[in-house]
């Protein structure tokens, strides 16, 4: 159980880009998804929580109009990269949490490359 | 603020050693703390620990967690090469959002 599905697993695209990633839970209902941004041999760093229905909460520093989030059902996430460019490349990872009991689950990432 | 301090950063092993890794952590409000296993994907979920002196066990894997003096262990016994990888541990410090707070992890290279 507790499975967590991420789409795309990878990206290769041009600078300008406008890039969505997908975030399901696929045997749950996720009550918070959250995203996150892991660089090269560092730990991951928290993005934004996600709340079904409601505008998600970003970290400090963390630019909204630059990565929008839609949080639309109890199982679908999605982040996009609006005009990407090259530093925005990384390694980006959701989770999702279905009560404050359990887990975190995460999904299997999404490598993002901008030329 | 929040802080969870993994050690060792890096450890090299043999096949069938027995490691223990470590996490400290500093927190305003204890809810939880995770342990997760990270390969070249994300993290995979071991370990949830709420409270002190239970030992959580699955396999080879075994966490403890203390929370008076604020640390808990991550021990594997009989490595074996499939455990290598980056364990990383979290900390949930409550609140309305349930966001982890992550260490920067432990690299753990097991050698046949």
Known sequence: GAVVSQHPSWVICKSGTSVKIECRSLDFQATTMFWYRQFPKQSLMLMAT????SKATYEQ???KDKFLINHASLTLSTLTVTSAHPEDSSFYICSAIEDSNQPQHFGDGTRLSIL | ED???QSPLSLVVHEGD????NCSYEVT???SLLWYKQEKKAPTFLFMLT???IEKKSGRLSSILDKKELFSILNITATQTGDSAVYLCALNSGGSNYKLTFGKGTLLTVNP
């Not at chain 2, 027995?18 to 890794?21: D, F, I, S």
């Open chain 1, 50 to 53: 996600s709340n079904e229905g």
């Open chain 2, 29 to 31: 409000n204890f809810r």
């Open chain 2, 3 to 5: 802080k969870v301090v």
């Open chain 1, 61 to 63: 520093g963390v630019e």
């Open chain 2, 51 to 53: 409270s002190s002196g």
């Open chain 2, 18 to 21: 027995t490691v223990t890794l």
